[in-house]
């Protein structure tokens, strides 16, 4: 099976920078992404790593090792609108998907 | 970006009726579906798998005789939650993949269904 862990909740103020942080354990994988939901909503996706390293994507980033078995997403100059859920997701097998808990973020003036 | 669309948003039935719901990528051949069920500020759960034209692959202790899931073509999959309990009630989220990128999924915006 597989298992991810990230952090429940964040809080921070606009402009600052967020680090989300994400382990697992899994039996097989191709890559970890990162998804963003709104209360309501549906999931966006924002990244995905297959390799090691860091992509960036405008204000957010996300880096992978995989000898380490953690990635984490970088939210950068933090915006009121950024409030909302990060889950982190690995791809065991295939195009599946398995999903971490989910990480609020709550952004204040 | 690639759209799908999930049809009802919101629906309330009683408890024993049977619901369905549809999952429509508007704007690609979705070869895969997946179908997911999410708590209150919990993550999504994957239920199951779908692809056009096949039996649908479960997840471990779901019950593919009370979540029916057909994938008639490349751009539709139906869920029906059959004889449905208050327990059911949850927000259900597909999403499709066209398997070219990288693992990508496009969710569609969720069905909170509400059983009473």
């Known amino acids: 099976g597989q298992s991810l862990e990230q952090p429940s909740e964040v809080t921070a103020v606009e402009g600052a920078i967020v680090q989300i942080n994400c382990t697992y354990q899994t039996s097989g994988f191709y890559g970890l992404s990162w998804y963003q939901q709104h209360d309501g909503g549906a999931p966006t996706f924002l990244s995905y790593n297959a390799l090691d390293g860091l992509e960036e994507t405008g204000r957010f980033s996300s880096f992978l090792s995989r000898s380490d078995s953690y990635g984490y997403l970088l939210l950068q100059e933090l915006q009121m609108k950024d409030s909302a859920s990060y889950f982190c997701?690995?791809?065991?097998?295939?195009?599946?998907?398995?999903f971490g808990a989910g990480t609020t973020v709550t952004v204040r003036a | 970006g690639a759209v799908v669309s999930q049809h009802p948003s919101r629906v309330i039935c009683k408890s024993g009726t049977s619901v369905k719901i549809e999952c429509r990528s508007l704007d690609f051949q979705a070869t895969t579906m997946f179908w997911y069920r999410q708590f209150p500020k919990k993550s999504l759960m994957l239920m199951a798998t779908?692809?056009?034209?096949?039996?649908?692959?479960?997840e471990q202790g779901v019950e593919k005789d009370k979540f029916l899931i057909n994938h008639a073509s490349l751009t539709l999959s139906t869920l029906t939650v059959t004889s449905a309990h208050p327990e059911d009630s949850s927000f259900y989220i597909c999403s499709a993949s066209s398997g070219q990128g990288p693992y990508e999924q496009y969710f569609g915006p969720g069905t909170r269904l509400t059983v009473t």
């Open positions: 779908s692809n056009e034209g096949s039996k649908a692959t479960y």
């Open positions: 997701a690995v791809s065991p097998s295939g195009n599946k998907l398995s």
